[in-house]
């Protein structure tokens, strides 16, 4: 027997018109790159949205088209994310970290129609645009005083395309299961890789990461998402916001200590997400201002490990609570988030820190397994450790027009191979051991890459730091440390020594340490593992 409920499709256009409906003066702000701090309600975005939704149907754009992003976290971004997903269009965003020839790669793979550009990434179109083979015109996120002088053809201002427009739109009716966004994955070997979510996958993934245990923002929270809007759809923040009418404040292209602190400030931000190294420069711009964040009550850090330090620099300098988390771009992205269950309240606080360092716990929707090499499932007793399966509803079954990517990424049965090796335990905490290409094999033993450089950058003379494997005669791979110190010279390879070897397993000192001025990074801000393994292939161990 079926049930008798209506079968409301989930759309994404209903996140905005609720929200400006019933939060129509709750600000959305917004750092523009022209300069000037942007502030509006939903109920303004809601019409601007639909005044774009109608100049995107008059460029002839059709359900199904992708149409690209290059662009920084900011209101205009926000009405391309509601108006292109909701004519039935793709919102295809791109990461501009990316290496020239991959946003080439993934504009042509992706066929993209328009691409609309923020003034700072018009240089780089420009470098690239005779590349492309799908592209029609360029639409710039700016008003006719800023528009650029550039070479890009076709290039339309985005304010003088849609000022004649309606402030209301016909919204089609669509399967929730249309394609709504699409993010490449900038995987660290071969071509990126496309994730192509839906409607459907989009709204479940914002009202599950809306929990109370998870990002859990109300009306009366304003959020900060430091994490971008190129990279998973900034975790889905623009999505979740709306939802309970949280207000947002966007940082646009301002990603330094400085202007991050000016909008926590001003704004009174309550709640925030980033990756660890956004937080890194904040917290050493408040360590030398001696500023506080009085307003801020949390913060969500993922995409890397976030080490203990931080955690309880946040906690016991700041008051601020970092609930820590992990995802992945195939899984839109979250997965676990790190908020400790009511019954560990009696834990000593050294337990506690413990389990917040932890990745997170397993939301609601996602399952998880740790398999071994076999694919046999492993305990969860927080101990034994494997491969982390994953499957659910905002998880991708398979990457777009891309089988390479496919075969290798799915399990036959229908699960997502992270490619991350973890353990779990039964109160659903996960914990990641490394990468499985940046695990250590020494002697027939694992060593953690990760637990290395947490360790290394709790020292108050680390500023970032990188533990890679090196070919060895005798034990096959030993840890070499690569430390970016806070004061060059300061530091000895004695001293960093001394300091890890109390804290880890005699196997897993490293056999020696290099001092660096900075680390690579990724498109998406991880250490650029397989770069640093190039560079280092040939260092000589003082233990060979
Ligand atoms: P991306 O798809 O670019 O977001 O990268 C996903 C990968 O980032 C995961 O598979 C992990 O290897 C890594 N990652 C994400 N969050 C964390 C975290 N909290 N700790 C360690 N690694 C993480």
Known sequence: MRGLMMDTPLMITSLIRHAAQYHGDTEIVSRTVEGPIHRYGYRDAFARISKLANALTGLGIEQDDRIATLAWNGYRHFELYYAISGIGAVCHTINPRLARDQIVYIVNHARDQYIFVDLTFVPLLETVAAQFTSVKGFVVLTDREHMPDTRLANAICYEELIAGEPTVFDWPDLDETQAASLCYTSGTTGNPKGVLYSHRSTILHALATNGADVFGFTSRD??????PMFHVNAWGIPYTCPISGAKIVFPGPGYDGKSLYELFDTEKVTAAAGVPTIWMSLLEYLRETGKKLPYLERTVIGGAAVPRSMIEEFQNDYNVRVSHAWGMT????????????????????????????????????????????????????GKAFGELLVRGPWVASSYYNDER?????????????????????????????????????????????????????????????????????KWGERPLLIVVPR????????????YLAPSVAKISVPDDVVFVDELPHTAT???????LREKYCGHILPTE
Do not use: C
């Open 405 to 473: 990517g496919t075969a290798a990424s799915f399990t036959e049965d229908g699960w997502l191979r992270t490619g991350d090796v973890s353990t779990l335990d039964a109160d659903g905490f996960m914990q990641i051991v490394d990468r499985s290409k940046d695990l250590i094999k020494s002697g027939g033993e694992w060593i953690s890459s990760i637990d290395l450089e947490n360790i290394a950058v709790s020292h108050p003379d680390v500023l970032e730091a990188a533990v890679i494997g090196i070919a060895h005669p």
């Open 330 to 381: 195939e899984m839109s992205p979250v997965g676990t988030t790190g908020k400790l269950k009511g019954s560990m309240e009696n834990l000593s606080e050294q337990e506690k820190y413990d389990y917040r360092v932890k990745q997170g716990r397993v939301i609601y929707g996602v399952e998880m397994e740790v398999v071994n090499d076999e694919g046999s499932r492993r305990p969860r007793d």
């Open 487 to 498: 004061e060059a010279g300061k530091l000895s390879k004695d001293a960093m020594l001394a």
């Open 525 to 531: 801000g991880k250490v650029y593992k397989m770069g």
């Open 222 to 227: 304003s959020v900060l998402p430091v994490v």
